[in-house]
Structures are given as structure tokens and as C-alpha cells.
């Protein structure tokens, strides 16, 4: 008989501990009751040096832990040590970590944990803060309708009838999904109807009953007797049904809506919230006060602390309670009465200051708040009338009440003020005013008797004798007030005298002004300051505006020093901005007189009549000065200038040869060159310079002008040789240079013109017109490289020089231009020129508010710079209204102008010569270019 083995793989032959180390202390066998022995080579002595070790029982390598020796104990063999590195070994086999290393931690844990308890308030503080901010940007929904809610107060009662019910706004099918299933309607009913009957019945055995909901043929009443529905009897039911819905939200008596819409807003406006901030706070606080007054309950501000957190949080009722009851337990406290009628309705308010001035009768603070409650004049009269009858001697009610009196009920209240307030100077002050000439000369005297002590009194006096025309007095008053009070002890303040004197001026009070300044300019001041301390006096008046106060030191200060040049000038400058003409035409009058060798006064003079359209009499200042002066050259020019300005050629011409027999010198030759020049006469004019070169040489304006004349004639050869000869004997002057260069290039000598400028340099080290000039050389070429790489090496060698910078900014491109501003303002913050720059940028901007800001600032750092100005008038023109356009044209024309590299190429043309400083502004406004 064959027996079936079943086949084993041989996986499952194979034991899962065949081939695997025997873990520690097996012993095989031990379970069927074997021992285990040791013999001696397994002891150690009995072991060989040489044999293998038997590590089967020992501890896993990795577990095995080291002693403290192994862990100290270090390789110090000589094969381990090595001369650069030392002893060999790891630095991080040993675990750095130790109990010092432990108890720091601890340390500085605690420190942590206690630096984190202090910032707890400062950080639950911010988180609180982020919490409203986070609430207020984004607020519930209820807080975003709140608006909406409080608008509800307007509508009426017939807008809120005709509100329409608000409809389904789903589609058909899904408003009644039945709506596509159509019930078809039995021929007998469509018969009848084409019958012409009407009928109001329905036979139940048609078959619409059983389609009615709720089977209404089963209703006890809807059916005839003939057992038929009656349909008419269903639509008086469907009536009746609403019409009792529509009863009980009615008013029985007016047959309208019991909903009150008035009482239905209130009841929104009430669930607004009034406090933004967290509840729990309200509630400490209100806990925090409530121990505050039971603590403390006759502290007055535990009460008002109170009664403002209920307000803040909108309950105004429990608030007003509080105060009240606050009122009791301090009823001596004004405060608390003030808060009480502050938070009360005011009819109530007014019995709660009647209360508070029963308990309260001497306080000024509650008779006034009674006052202000009340809203009829009489009334208020009455109030302050009993407040004077308990304190007759408060300032504030006696003012209070004289303010709602007439003139003469006022003036026999502030007589009875007077004695019961005899120390105050407002009330004297007011009677005063009310009372005739007379009558305040005697009320200011008894104010004197009473407050000996105070200067307003004698200003007032000495204000009431100006204004009365006795204007002798108003100097003795004040000398006998400064007497009065340094007898009584007052020490005079010479800044706060000033102050007076300019309060004086602002009342239109001059000869006042005028005395006060003349007793107090000279007090306390050193003698070797008084002339520079009185003209700081002068100018901080000048800059407060108070002219007349300016005037009076400056007249002061030209009787102390009259032969002081810098004191006329100052003072002939001040009349000439805030003076008249005539005032101007007196005070050079008198500054010639005791300075006759200045010609500048001389010539200011002259000019000033000029400027007036009097001419005769600019000649006649102007003789008189040839005859203090005979060899003034200044004097000499503002003679020619003014005959040639009015067009008397012939007699500019005879003072000129004058002046070159008499005063010979450059200025009066080229000034001779300028007016034949001007007057077409080329040849001649090209012979004073002639002359005047030969004469003098080192004059570099007439190798200029004889070079440009020159060039007008096309004789550029011999405009060479000038400017070739004049850049010889004046190496320095840098226009010569740049003249000689531009000759060049116009003669299409590009390259002579880099060697003019290049010896320019040379002569004139770190001189930026040099090198600006250079950079557009070649800009004017198109070497735009050439032009970078020299304008980096004029900016090394000059770098603050504010026209390269300037320059630099639109030669950069156009997105870097911005950071090219940036770097020029840092480097030449005040420079005109680099301000224009800017100004010019903003402009291509289109930020024009900035740009005109930027042109302000500009014209203002340097008023001289006349090509600012026309530039801020080309931006006015494009940009600005008419009013703009006649400021800046009447600025420029007050300024000056000089300078300016455009503004000099125009005003010095001979066809522009007689042009005035507004007519030459639009001449270089049109022809600038508009930045881009």
C-alpha cells in the first residue's frame, strides 16, 4: 500500500534560528535537562596570549559602557604625538555636557520664564490692541447693518406700509414642482361655461374633489344639499380666515398696525453696540470701581470714574444713578455736581445745580454752569446777579456779568467791580474803555494807586492819550512808568517791553510804539553791543512784522551812531521792502548828509528816483554826488546808465569821455566798448578795446568782448589771436577759456577745442566750468562714452561742485536718473543748481505740486540765479494760472537776477540792452527748452 508523503518546500524545512548567533547564556539543551560545564580554557589564566578570544558571552561592543578611567585615560605614546597637531584623539568623543552645564540651563530657564512674566502685561496689551483693530476692520455682521438700522428712525409710516413683501426668487420649477403637471379638466365643466351659465357648484362624482388637497367634499358645510361643493362658500371662508389674521395684528380702535415703527427702531437703535473694546475689561473695571467706592465712598473721583465707564459703555441711566448717589455721600465735591448736570437731561440738570448751590454757595464753577443752563439773557442776568450777592469778590462772575449787560448797566457794574475787585487790572482796564476821556484818565489813575505794580496801566494811558490827540504825553507817561515801577521794585524786562511795544503797533497805537521802543532799546545792553544787539532788535521785529517797531529802532540807533554806513544801509534797505517812497527818499537824504563819501547811498538815492519815474532829480543826486565823490567810478556808471536808460546817447557818451580822462579805468572802458557796441557802432567800440587792452592787459572782459565782436564780424582769425593773446596774459579767467573753445568748435576744429579746455584744466585745476564744458563738447559731437568717462573724472576731481552733479542727473539714463538726484542732493544739499536739476526732473514727472514746491525752494536758497527763475516761469506758463505767473514775474523783478548761464547769454545781448528784468524773464522762459 503506497503511502503519500506530502511534499515539504523548502522553506518550511529550513528553522529560523539555523545560521543565527545563540544569544547570550544559551546553553543547548538546557530544557531537556542538560548542564552546562566550563573547562579551563575557557577560564582566562589558563588562556594563551596568542590564542583567539571568545567574545560569545561578552557584552555587546556598542552597549559596553567605559569607566572613568577609560574615559580620562589618553594615548600618550610617541607614535600618537605629532609636532604641529599634538597628541592625536578626538575633541567630541566625550560628551560635552555636564551638571554645571545642567544647572545653567536651569538658570537661565528661570531667568527666561521671569523676563516672560514681565511682558505678560505688555504683550496681552498689544494682543488686545490687534484684537480691536482686527474687530474694526472687519466687524461683524450685525456691526456692518448698524448703519443701515439707525437709518430706519426716517422712514415714515407710509413708507413703512408700502414696503413690498419680498418675493421667491427660485424659478418655477423649483417654486411648485407640480407646476409642469397639468390636470385636465372634465368636458362637462368646459360644456357649461360654453352654455353661457355660471355655475357655483361642482359635482363631487366628477372627479375634482378627490384632486383638492385635503379632500375639501369632506368638509361638514361645503357641500349643497344636493351633495354637490360649493365654491362660493369656500372663498367667504378663505376671506374670513384672514381677515382674523389681519384682526390680531391690528388696533381695534384705528384699525392700524399694532407694531409701533418708532418703538421697532428704538429697539435697533438700542442693540448697537456703544463700546468697542472687551467685555472682560468692562467688567474688571467695574468690579475695580465698585471697591472703590465701598472702600472709599466720600472719594469723588471713585464716583465720576464710575459714572464715565457706564457712559462709555452706554448705559447712560445706571451712570446717571451712580452720580447721583455720588452726589450724596460728597455732596461738598463740585465736581461731582458738575458731572451730575453734565450726564443729566437739562430740565433735570437744573434741579441738580439747585441742589448743588445750596450745599455749594461759594463755588464760582457751579454758578456759571447754573448761568450757562439757562437759555434767556434775563434769566442768566438773575443767576449772576445772586452769585455776586454770595461772592462779590470773583473776577470771573463780575466779567461774566458785565458781557451780558448794556454799555451803561456795564459800566455802573464794573464801578461796583472795581471796589470789590480793586487788585484787578481787567476790570480797570474795561471801565476804562467805557468811560469818556475824563473820567478814564481818573479811572486809570486809581488803577495806579491800587496795582502800582503792573505796565499795562501805562500803556493803556499812554494808547488813551494818543488816541485822544495829546501826543506829548505818550513819551512822559512812558519814562514816568519805567521811574514808577523801578521805584516799586518791578524789574524791567527789556523783551517783554519790546512785546509791548508790538502789541501797541498791532492797535494801531504807533506813538506808543514808538516811546516804549525809545525808553527800553537802550536798558541793559552792553556799550560795546548796542549796535549789533539793536540791529538783531530791528530784524526779529522785521520778521514778526512789526515795521513801525523797526523803524523806531533803527532811528533810535542812527541818533546814537550817525556816521555808521551798515546802519544806513540796513535802514535804507528795510524803507525800500517795507516802506514808501517817500520814507525811502528822506532817510537817504539824511544818510548822505552824515556819510557823503558812500556812494552807495548816493546811488541808491538816485536810483530810487529813477525807479519813480524822476529823472531830473536822479541827475541832481547824482551831481551832488560828482561833487562829494569827483572820482567815484561807481557814480560815473549810474550817470551813463541813466542817460543811456533814457535814451540820451549823446550825453552818456561826453560823461564817458569824462570819466576816461578823469577816472580812467577797465570797467569805464568797457562800459564805453558796451554802448557803441549797443548802439551798432562796432569799429569804435572795437577801438576802446583796442585802447583798453593796450592799457590794461590783465582786464580779461575786453579780450572777451573784443573776441565776441569779432566773431559778429566773421573775423575769426583774429578772434583766435584775441582769445589766444587774452588766455596768456589771464590764464585764470575761466570764460576766456571756454570763449576760445567754442571758437574752435564753431570753426569745426574739434580737436583744438579739446586741447583749449585741456590747458584750461591746466592753468585752473578742480574747476568745474572747465569741465562741464568738456562733457558737452563732446555731448554736442555724439561721443556719449567720451562724454561719461569725463564726466566721472570731473566729478572725482570736483566733487562738490553742484553744476556737474546737476549735469550728471539728465546725462544719466532715465531709470537712474532718480537715484542720480538722490546722490546729488547728498553731496550738494544747497546748491541752486542741482536743485533746479531736481526740479526739472519732478517736472518730467508730471508731479507738479512737488515740482513747484522744488522751484520754490530753489529760488528762495539763491534769488541771484536767474536762470531758476526762468524755468519757474516757463513751468508757470505751462502749468499755472495767471496769478501764479504775475508772482513769480513781480519776485523776479524784486530779486534781481544776474546769474545764470542762459539768463547772462540773453540780458547781455545788444538788441536786449535796454530791456527790464520782466520783459528779459520771457525772453529766456521761451527759449529754455522743455525738460525731458
Not at 538546557?30 to 588562556?47: E, H, K, L, N, Q
Request: charged share 30%; aromatic share 6%.
Amino acid at each position: 500500500m503506497a503511502v503519500n508523503i506530502p511534499s515539504i518546500s523548502l522553506n518550511q524545512r529550513k528553522k529560523s534560528f539555523i545560521g543565527v548567533q545563540s544569544p547570550l547564556g544559551y546553553v543547548a539543551g538546557v530544557g531537556r535537562g542538560a548542564t552546562g560545564f566550563t573547562t579551563r580554557s575557557d577560564i582566562g589564566p589558563a588562556r594563551e596570549t596568542n590564542d583567539v578570544p571568545d567574545d560569545r558571552h561578552a557584552p555587546p561592543v556598542g552597549k559596553r559602557k567605559k569607566t572613568d578611567e577609560e574615559e580620562e585615560e589618553e594615548d600618550l605614546n610617541d607614535s600618537n604625538y605629532d609636532e604641529f597637531s599634538g597628541y592625536g584623539g578626538s575633541l567630541f568623543n566625550k560628551d560635552p555636557y555636564d551638571k554645571d552645564d545642567e544647572e545653567a540651563d536651569a538658570i537661565y530657564e528661570a531667568i527666561d520664564n521671569r523676563q516672560d512674566e514681565k511682558r505678560k502685561d505688555r504683550r496681552e496689551k498689544r494682543s488686545k490692541a490687534e484684537l480691536e483693530q482686527y474687530r474694526q476692520e472687519r466687524p461683524k455682521i450685525q456691526q456692518q447693518f448698524s448703519d443701515l438700522k439707525r437709518q430706519l428712525q426716517e422712514v415714515s409710516e407710509d413708507e413703512w406700509k408700502t414696503i413690498p413683501d419680498v418675493g421667491d426668487a427660485r424659478n418655477r420649477r423649483q417654486r411648485n414642482p407640480m407646476a409642469e403637471k397639468m390636470t385636465p379638466i372634465p368636458d362637462s365643466v368646459l360644456a357649461r361655461s360654453m352654455g353661457g351659465t355660471f355655475s357655483t357648484t361642482l359635482d363631487p362624482k366628477s372627479g375634482l374633489a378627490s384632486a383638492i388637497p385635503g379632500n375639501l367634499s369632506a368638509v361638514p358645510g361645503n357641500l349643497t344639499p344636493s351633495g354637490e361643493l360649493d365654491l362660493r362658500r369656500i372663498g367667504e371662508a378663505r376671506n374670513t380666515l384672514m381677515d382674523i389674521k389681519l384682526t390680531q395684528v391690528s388696533d381695534s380702535v384705528t384699525g392700524q398696525t399694532v407694531v409701533d415703527p418708532k418703538g421697532y427702531l428704538t429697539d435697533l437703535q438700542s442693540m448697537i453696540p456703544q463700546y468697542g473694546g472687551d467685555i472682560n475689561d468692562i467688567k474688571k473695571a467695574r468690579l475695580l470701581l465698585k471697591s472703590i467706592r465701598d472702600t472709599n465712598p466720600h472719594h469723588p473721583s471713585g464716583w465720576i470714574a464710575s459714572a464715565r465707564l457706564e457712559e462709555v459703555t452706554g448705559k447712560i441711566q445706571a451712570a446717571r444713578n451712580l452720580i447721583m448717589q455720588g452726589c450724596e455721600a460728597c455732596p461738598k465735591s463740585e465736581d461731582l455736581w458738575l458731572e451730575a448736570a453734565r450726564l443729566q437731561p437739562p430740565d433735570v440738570a437744573k434741579g441738580v445745580i439747585a441742589t448743588a448751590v445750596r450745599s455749594l454757595p461759594t463755588s464760582v464753577r457751579i454758578w456759571v454752569r447754573a448761568a450757562e443752563l439757562e437759555a434767556d439773557v434775563k434769566a442768566k442776568r438773575k443767576v449772576f446777579r445772586k452769585a455776586l450777592e454770595n461772592i462779590p469778590n470773583s473776577v470771573r462772575l463780575w466779567k461774566e456779568a458785565v458781557e451780558l449787560e448794556e454799555i451803561k448797566d456795564a459800566r455802573i457794574m464794573l464801578s461796583r467791580a472795581v471796589e470789590c475787585c480793586p487788585n484787578s487790572v481787567e476790570l480797570w482796564l474795561a471801565l476804562a474803555r467805557l468811560e469818556t476821556y475824563e473820567n478814564a484818565r481818573k479811572v486809570l489813575n486809581k488803577a495806579r494807586e491800587n496795582i502800582p505794580t503792573d505796565s499795562s496801566i501805562w500803556i493803556t494811558a499812554a494808547k488813551l492819550e494818543e488816541a485822544n490827540g495829546n501826543e506829548k504825553m505818550v513819551m512822559k507817561i512812558i519814562e514816568r512808568a519805567i521811574q514808577s515801577l523801578k521805584s516799586s521794585g518791578v524789574e524791567i524786562n527789556r523783551n517783554l517791553w519790546i512785546e509791548a511795544a508790538m502789541e501797541a503797533e498791532r492797535a494801531k497805537s504807533v506813538l506808543t510804539c514808538q516811546a516804549i521802543i525809545r525808553a527800553v532799546i537802550g536798558y541793559d545792553v552792553e556799550e560795546e553791543d548796542r549796535m549789533e544787539t539793536w540791529l538783531q532788535d530791528a530784524e526779529s521785529c522785521t520778521n514778526d512784522g512789526a515795521f513801525e517797531c523797526a523803524r523806531a529802532v533803527y532811528a533810535h540807533a542812527l541818533s546814537i551812531f550817525p556816521n555808521k554806513k551798515a546802519i544806513w544801509l540796513r535802514a535804507a534797505y528795510f524803507e525800500k521792502d517795507h516802506g514808501t517812497q517817500e520814507s525811502l527818499d528822506a532817510l537817504l537824504r539824511k544818510a548822505v548828509q552824515f556819510c557823503p563819501k558812500e556812494e552807495v547811498l548816493w546811488l541808491m538815492g538816485a536810483k530810487s528816483k529813477w525807479m519813480a519815474g524822476d529823472v531830473p532829480a536822479a541827475r541832481s543826486i547824482l551831481s551832488l554826488a560828482f561833487q562829494a565823490n569827483p572820482n567815484s567810478e561807481e557814480i560815473w556808471l549810474a550817470a551813463v546808465k541813466l542817460e543811456s536808460e533814457n535814451s540820451e546817447y549823446e550825453r552818456a557818451r561826453r560823461l564817458l569821455a569824462k570819466a576816461r580822462s578823469s577816472a580812467p579805468t577797465p570797467r569805464v572802458v568797457m562800459k564805453s566798448a558796451k554802448l557803441e557796441w549797443s548802439l551798432g557802432e562796432l569799429k569804435t567800440a572795437l577801438s576802446f578795446l583796442e585802447e583798453g587792452i593796450h592799457k590794461y592787459p590783465n582786464f580779461p572782459k575786453l579780450y572777451m568782448m573784443k573776441g565776441q565782436i569779432e566773431t559778429v564780424l566773421e573775423q575769426y582769425l583774429v578772434a583766435r589771436e584775441t582769445y589766444n593773446q587774452g588766455t596768456k596774459k589771464n590764464p585764470h579767467s575761466v570764460p576766456l577759456w571756454i570763449l576760445f573753445s567754442r571758437l574752435e568748435e564753431r570753426l569745426g576744429s574739434l580737436i583744438k577745442a579739446r586741447c583749449v579746455l585741456e590747458k584750461g584744466r591746466l592753468k585752473n585745476p578742480q574747476s568745474p566750468d572747465l569741465w562741464l564744458e568738456a562733457v558737452r563738447i563732446e555731448n554736442r559731437s555724439g561721443n556719449k562714452d567720451m562724454a561719461t568717462k569725463l564726466m566721472s573724472k570731473a566729478m572725482q576731481e570736483c566733487p562738490t561742485a553742484g553744476v556737474l552733479w546737476a549735469e550728471n542727473i539728465f546725462m544719466a539714463p532715465r531709470p537712474q536718473r532718480k537715484t542720480a538726484s538722490v546722490d546729488a542732493i547728498k553731496k550738494c544739499e544747497h546748491d541752486p543748481h542741482v536743485l533746479l536739476a531736481v526740479s526739472k526732473l519732478v517736472w518730467t514727472e508730471r508731479k507738479l505740486d512737488r515740482a513747484r514746491d522744488w522751484f520754490l525752494k530753489t529760488v528762495k536758497i539763491d534769488p541771484d540765479f536767474g536762470d531758476a527763475w526762468a524755468y519757474f516761469f516757463k513751468f508757470e506758463l505751462a502749468h499755472g494760472t495767471e496769478t501764479q505767473q504775475d508772482e513769480v514775474k513781480k519776485r523776479c523783478t524784486a530779486a534781481e537776477p544776474h546769474h545764470g548761464e542762459m539768463w547772462q547769454q540773453v540780458a547781455k545781448r545788444p538788441e536786449y540792452w535796454r530791456k527790464k528784468i520782466g520783459e528779459i524773464l520771457e525772453i529766456v522762459a521761451k527759449e529754455l527748452p522743455i525738460p525731458t
